[in-house]
Nanobody, 112 residues
Framework: QEQVVESGGGLVQPGGSLTLSCAAS????????MSWYRQAPGKQREWVAS???????TYKDSVRGRFTISRDNAKSILYLQMNRLTPDDTAVYYC??????WGQGTQVTVSS
């Protein structure tokens, strides 16, 4: 059964760092583009970053230079390293496959 499960969320102070993970199973991870999305309270879900099967990487403008998306194809895990976090980064973060399979999300709260 195809599945992606996010983890690593939590409470962090402004300026802090957090690394999210997305563990995939049930499909050939290396063949698919993988992406991170987020949804803040009262807002629509928005795209954050993508990592294609060939390693091409793209970022939302507001996170470029602070966030780093990466993947370990041997372990079938997608990562999102988040640095210099601000309260505007508070959201539920979701992992999505190139064939539109979503995880359940992990909460990131940036607050002092």
């Amino acid at each position: 059964q195809e599945q992606v499960v996010e983890s690593g969320g939590g409470l962090v102070q402004p300026g802090g760092s957090l690394t999210l993970s997305c563990a995939a199973s049930g499909f050939v991870f290396s063949r698919w583009e993988m992406s991170w999305y987020r949804q803040a309270p009262g807002k629509q879900r928005e795209w954050v970053a993508s990592n294609s099967a060939t390693g091409y990487i793209t970022y939302k403008d507001s996170v470029r230079g602070r966030f780093t998306i990466s993947r370990d194809n041997a372990k079938s895990i997608l990562y999102l390293q988040m640095n210099r976090l601000t309260p505007d980064d508070t959201a539920v973060y979701y992992c999505k496959t190139g064939f539109n399979l979503w995880g359940q999300g992990t909460q990131v709260t940036v607050s002092s």
